[in-house]
């Protein structure tokens, strides 16, 4: 397995939550790593990337600010750290890997870009 999310859990909305994605460590050194989710009934939208070298991060206007996106070298795990979780943000949250575009940040935000995905976490922000 190249992607293992996990971390998801029932929160109650301004409350804090990280989500970790376990890499093999080849994907995790070529590639960039991302983090999308999918509500029920909706598409799969972005969340956020990281490059391959951790140089640069992106995030969708709707979680700029409340999360953020780190990588431990040490550990070949990528984070996701959620905080003032809203109720909206209730999905199920997938990391995914881009080889081939790894270095094309205009297309970061396209899953279809991402080659390997791992299984997703749930998330549930209810009050």
């Known amino acids: 397995v190249q992607l293992q999310a996990s971390g998801g859990g029932l929160v109650q909305p301004g409350d804090s939550l990280r989500l970790s994605c376990a890499v093999s460590?080849?994907?995790?050194?070529?590639?960039?790593l991302g983090w999308f989710r999918q509500a029920p009934g909706k598409k799969r939208e972005f969340v956020s990337a990281?490059?391959?070298?951790?140089?640069?991060?992106f995030y969708a206007d709707s979680v700029k600010g409340r999360f953020t996106i780190s990588r431990d070298g040490a550990k070949n795990t990528v984070y996701l750290q959620m905080n003032s979780l809203k109720i909206d943000d209730t999905a199920v949250y997938y990391c995914?890997?881009?080889?081939?575009?790894?270095?094309?940040?205009?297309?970061?935000?396209?899953?279809?870009?991402?080659?390997?995905w791992g299984q997703g976490t749930q998330v549930t922000v209810s009050s």
């Open positions: 995914a890997a881009a080889y081939r575009y790894r270095a094309v940040s205009s297309v970061y935000s396209n899953s279809l870009k991402y080659e390997t």
């Open positions: 460590e080849d994907t995790f050194n070529s590639n960039t």
């Open positions: 990281i490059t391959w070298r951790g140089d640069n991060t």
